[in-house]
């Protein structure tokens, strides 16, 4: 069940609303785009260098999907990678069996990031 897989982790449906009107003056968007675009190109350097082949860019937002190899369980992996302190979702969640999401959000020179480095590299070989 998604519920229990994603728990609390959208926002109440009238801030998603209240955040259209926010987001109307566009003045802080290009900033913001920017930073998410100097955070993602780590992080799918990361992903392709530990193993991961497809892995799906966001068109606009910070999410990353990448595919496990066959036959790998992604909410086994990602209960994996919790034990380690990384928190990702896996794919199932969001009807991609097979696949991780990542967030594009942690920089890549954060203890937070080395540390899912490391994750990802144990957990691939």
Same mark, same amino acid.
């Given at each position: 069940?998604?519920?229990?897989?994603?728990?609390?982790?959208?926002?109440?449906?009238?801030?998603?609303? !209240?955040?259209?009107?926010?987001? $109307?003056?566009?003045?802080?968007?290009?900033?913001?785009?920017?930073?998410?675009? !100097?955070?993602?190109?780590?992080?799918?350097?990361?992903?392709?260098?530990?193993?991961?082949?497809?892995?799906?860019?966001?068109?606009?937002?910070?999410?990353?999907?990448? $595919?496990?190899?066959?036959?790998?369980?992604?909410?086994?992996?990602?209960?994996?990678?919790?034990?380690?302190?990384?928190?990702?979702?896996?794919?199932?969640?969001?009807?991609?069996?097979?696949?991780?999401?990542?967030?594009?959000?942690?920089?890549?020179?954060?203890?937070?990031?080395?540390? !899912?480095?490391?994750?990802?590299? $144990?957990?691939?070989?």
């Amino acid at each position: 069940d998604n519920n229990v897989i994603l728990g609390n982790i959208s926002p109440p449906s009238l801030v998603q609303h !209240a955040l259209v009107e926010v987001l $109307k003056t566009n003045e802080h968007i290009p900033t913001n785009l920017e930073r998410y675009q !100097a955070m993602l190109q780590p992080l799918l350097t990361l992903l392709a260098d530990v193993g991961f082949e497809d892995i799906r860019r966001p068109d606009g937002g910070f999410y990353v999907f990448a $595919k496990l190899p066959t036959g790998v369980d992604d909410i086994s992996f990602a209960d994996s990678l919790l034990e380690k302190n990384v928190f990702l979702l896996p794919g199932t969640a969001f009807g991609m069996p097979g696949y991780l999401r990542f967030s594009a959000l942690v920089p890549s020179d954060s203890q937070a990031f080395a540390m !899912a480095r490391d994750a990802l590299e $144990k957990e691939m070989e």
